[in-house]
């Protein structure tokens, strides 16, 4: 009954929205009968990787993570190499929530309800040490991203790196400063992760909706 509610869910924001877009994948039988397999939702303990380069069609540089959190409308996953010290899974369980009860809210009403790529019905947040690499010791600080090239949804698009899917990257803590040597406690990143998200936030439906 979980997976029929869940399901029948995912129908009734489909006939909301019919212009959403759903992705497929197709297999064979042993008969030779094509069907459409849905892809399986995501769950935490999940492992998951997600190409960090910047620059559109360039090399792959993929960070592997697990999911940690889910939300109403926010996946959170963690690069498995980020420094020790940072967010609890309560943390992150906040932040989602927080997400889901400020940021979602202000921004798809102000910009217009986010795209739905890569069906899962939610929005990414990897919360990668990659991040933290942008800002130098001392810099200018870099919060969060949104990536533009994400928004490339087919292979040949001209964009072969692109992630395609609704995904923002975000810092992590970092309280030794094992990064550039810029100390970033838990609570600071706590502080303004949130307010990074929505703005990211809105970069991303905005994006995505001019692209699609």
């Known amino acids: 009954s979980r997976f029929l509610g869940r ?9 909301a929205n019919p212009n959403e877009r759903i992705k497929r994948r197709f297999a064979t039988s042993s008969s030779g ?21 910047q620059v559109c069609g360039a090399a792959t540089q993929l960070q592997r993570g697990v ?3 889910i939300s109403n409308h926010l996946i959170i996953a963690t690069d498995t190499a980020n420094p020790s010290g940072g967010f609890t899974t309560a943390q992150f369980d906040s932040i ?3 997400f889901d009860s400020i940021a979602w809210p202000v ?14 019905g939610h929005t990414i947040a990897f919360f990668t040490k ?14 969060g991203l949104f990536m533009q090239k994400d928004v490339f949804d087919a292979p040949g698009a001209g964009c072969s790196n692109s992630n395609r899917k609704e995904i923002i990257f ?6 030794s400063g094992t990064v550039n040597s810029n100390v970033r406690t838990v609570s ?8 990074t998200l929505g703005h990211e936030f809105q970069h991303l439906i905005n994006a995505w909706r001019r692209a699609y």
């Open 7 to 15: 399901d029948m869910a995912r129908m009734n924001a489909l006939l």
């Open 33 to 53: 009968v094509r069907y459409t397999v849905t892809p399986p939702p995501p769950a935490v303990g999940d492992s998951v990787s997600y190409d960090t380069n």
């Open 67 to 69: 999911i940690r959190s």
């Open 96 to 98: 989602g929530a927080e």
């Open 107 to 120: 921004d798809s009403t102000n910009f217009g309800a986010p795209t739905d790529i890569d069906g899962n």
């Open 130 to 143: 990659e991040i933290n690499h942008l800002t130098p010791n001392n810099g200018l600080l870099v919060p």
């Open 170 to 175: 975000m810092m992590v803590p970092d309280p």
């Open 188 to 195: 600071f990143v706590r502080s303004i992760a949130v307010l």
